[in-house]
């Protein structure tokens, strides 16, 4: 096949620039047998997203290599010294997880940023997401790198850029730092060398630190004292959370944490399980079959870069059952304020925050408690922003979104899986010291405040033609808004890319205080939620459904769960989405 010309033009650049000669043999290799792969390759530059790089790693300008990494972080480093002129040396804290090539890109991000001036804190070894967000500012840097691709497949890795708040790359910088880095096109604009010197290796002393931070989360140390040998059952998948996560529960009083030997190493393959992702049952197999032969109390695992986390809990008929998203940050948020309040330590200018997708729960239970709750854009780094915005204003509490991200307190301003099953593991000795389990904490919940019950659908449209058709759908929805959905009326709808929020009743609109995102929300009468959205990084269009009833009693779980499964299909009808 005739290679694309971008194609062609990037392969000579590499063939004839000063790039290794066995990156070289491997280009002319793949010219002969395997032309498609050698597109794939080359036909584009590997995207410097908001969030930083992620991509399959292997040779060439749209893969993951320590060329393109260096190039990234090159002007990442150009843009932050831009902004920070010379009076002061700029500072760096980098960090990796378990996957294939994650050290060496993380020892390349160390050294580019060591080149051009930065005095560097490079982790020993790996560390989770939520330390590198730590020490950020722990260390007063400027700037953070987490080599990472989170929960993809092992063919990917990624990098993750944070700024001096500890939190993801946010307006302006984002954007800032995608056209610095679209500026480096040569090897030649790419400082590698004489700065070693500014390479400080740190390790234990940082996660003594982090660790003591993550103890003052603690609400109940007596329960966990009374109940330190709480059954716990915990899977890194591989990943880097068997660095802290064992050390931290050890440290909270818990001692008899199992662990899921066959995932404790550190493997990039991920051997036991098929994609390393706490939100898939199949990655959870495992840890669910431990648990169920030694009758444990409780199950977590955390993924590869240990900043999510996934739950599953013992039913009252034996069962085991996963936890979503919404589930586990519903009963974080309900423990960490009712709790509060039972102790006298609720302040009032405590506040939660989660996502405009997360379930509607959490800031109903914050309303009940006198709580501030703010809404914030789909992604953590929003959750981040919003408690830098509010710093020393109010105390930031607990937020989280319903992909499994979790945070509680403020010295850390990304999702911290290490934070969260300590708390995790705290909740379940609180509710075994009463004789109960995590699930009747759940039905607890429910009963208190109504069954909330939420499902995704993600609709792939690949292709030219698929991202017309996303926008298509998106038009559609707007210009035609739903007088109702599945029998009960819209009563309030959200545009966030006009930033207006209706009352479809009086037809009067508000302003809404987010920054501007093509998203849909329609809320109806009977407290149902509709969130309508197109991926960031994928051709897909996502539609997030959530309803709620009431509950009687634990008996009825099963029975409401299923009403409100058929009441989700009804509104998937309704749009013409089944």
């Known amino acids: 096949?005739?290679?694309?010309?971008?194609?062609?033009?990037?392969?000579?650049?590499?063939?004839?620039?000063?790039?290794?000669?066995?990156?070289?043999?491997?280009?002319?290799?793949?010219?002969?047998?395997?032309?498609?792969?050698?597109?794939?390759?080359?036909?584009?530059?590997?995207?410097?997203?908001?969030?930083?790089?992620?991509?399959?790693?292997?040779?060439?300008?749209?893969?993951?290599?320590?060329?393109?990494v260096a190039m990234a972080t090159q002007g990442l480093a150009n843009y932050v010294l831009k902004n920070l002129g010379n009076d002061n040396q700029p500072k760096a804290a980098v960090s990796h997880d378990s996957r294939n090539n994650s050290r060496q890109f993380a020892e390349i991000t160390a050294k580019v940023l060591a080149a051009n001036g930065f005095k560097v804190y490079l982790f020993e070894d790996l560390r989770p997401t939520p330390e590198l967000s730590f020490a950020v500012r722990h260390y007063g840097c400027n700037i953070g790198v987490m080599v990472t691709a989170s929960h993809n497949p092992k063919e990917y890795n990624g990098y993750k850029a944070y700024w001096s708040d500890g939190c993801q790359l946010v307006a302006p910088h984002d954007t800032n730092v995608i056209d610095e880095v679209l500026k480096i096109t040569a090897l030649e604009d790419i400082k590698t060398e004489g700065g070693d010197k500014n390479i400080q290796i740190i390790g234990k002393e940082t996660d003594d630190v982090y660790l003591a931070k993550v103890m003052e989360n603690s609400i109940m140390p007596d329960v966990v004292k009374r109940q330190h040998d709480l059954k716990i059952v915990y899977s890194p998948l591989h990943g880097t959370g068997i660095t802290l996560v064992p050390k931290a529960l050890a440290k909270m009083g818990f001692t008899n944490v199992n662990i899921v030997e066959p995932q404790a190493v550190a493997d990039g393959n991920f051997p036991t399980t098929k994609s390393p992702n706490p939100e898939e049952k199949a990655a959870m197999e495992l840890s669910m079959k431990l648990a169920q032969d030694i009758d444990a109390d409780i199950v977590m695992a955390t993924d590869p870069d240990a900043d999510r986390v996934g739950v599953a809990v013992k039913r009252n008929d034996g069962q085991w059952m996963l936890l979503n998203g919404n589930q586990t940050a519903s009963i974080?948020?309900?423990?960490?304020?009712?709790?509060?309040?039972?102790?006298?330590l609720q302040q009032p200018n405590d506040y939660i925050v989660k996502t405009i997708v997360t379930s509607e729960l959490l800031a109903d239970i914050a309303h009940k408690n006198g709580v501030k709750s703010y809404d914030v854009l789909t992604g953590f780094k929003y959750i981040g922003n919003k408690i830098l915005e509010l710093e020393g204003r109010e105390q930031f509490i607990g937020g989280g979104e319903e992909s499994y991200g979790y945070l509680i307190g403020d010295f850390v301003r990304d999702k911290d899986a290490v934070s969260a099953c300590t708390m995790i593991a705290e909740i379940a000795a609180w509710a075994k010291d009463q004789g109960k389990t995590f699930f009747d904490i759940l039905c607890d919940l429910y009963v208190e405040y109504g069954f909330y019950k939420e499902d995704l659908l993600s609709i792939t449209k690949k292709g030219k033609s698929g991202s017309e058709e996303i926008k298509q759908m998106?038009?559609?929805?707007?210009?035609?808004?739903?007088?109702?959905?599945?029998?009960?009326?819209?009563?309030?709808?959200?545009?966030?890319?006009?930033?207006?929020?209706?009352?479809?009743?009086?037809?009067?609109?508000?302003?809404?205080?987010?920054?501007?995102?093509?998203?849909?929300?329609?809320?109806?009468?009977?407290?149902?939620?509709?969130?309508?959205?197109?991926?960031?990084?994928?051709?897909?269009?996502?539609?997030?459904?959530?309803?709620?009833?009431?509950?009687?009693?634990?008996?009825?779980?099963?029975?409401?769960?299923?009403?409100?499964?058929?009441?989700?299909?009804?509104?998937?009808?309704?749009?013409?989405?089944?």
């Open 1 to 68: 096949m005739a290679l694309d010309k971008t194609a062609e033009q990037n392969v000579n650049i590499w063939l004839n620039g000063n790039y290794d000669e066995d990156t070289k043999s491997a280009i002319r290799k793949m010219m002969v047998e395997n032309p498609e792969e050698l597109n794939e390759s080359f036909y584009k530059n590997l995207e410097f997203g908001t969030g930083g790089l992620r991509g399959i790693m292997g040779i060439g300008t749209n893969r993951m290599n320590r060329y393109t």
């Open 332 to 344: 974080l948020i309900y423990y960490l304020l009712m709790q509060r309040k039972s102790l006298g």
């Open 474 to 578: 998106m038009c559609d929805f707007r210009n035609n808004t739903p007088a109702q959905i599945a029998g009960s009326k819209v009563v309030c709808v959200k545009d966030y890319s006009t930033l207006l929020s209706t009352d479809t009743a009086t037809g009067k609109a508000e302003p809404i205080d987010l920054p501007k995102s093509d998203v849909l929300q329609f809320f109806t009468a009977d407290g149902s939620k509709v969130t309508v959205r197109p991926s960031g990084t994928e051709p897909k269009i996502k539609f997030y459904f959530g309803v709620k009833a009431p509950l009687a009693s634990a008996a009825d779980y099963d029975s409401t769960n299923q009403t409100l499964a058929q009441k989700i299909e009804a509104i998937k009808a309704s749009l013409g989405l089944a």
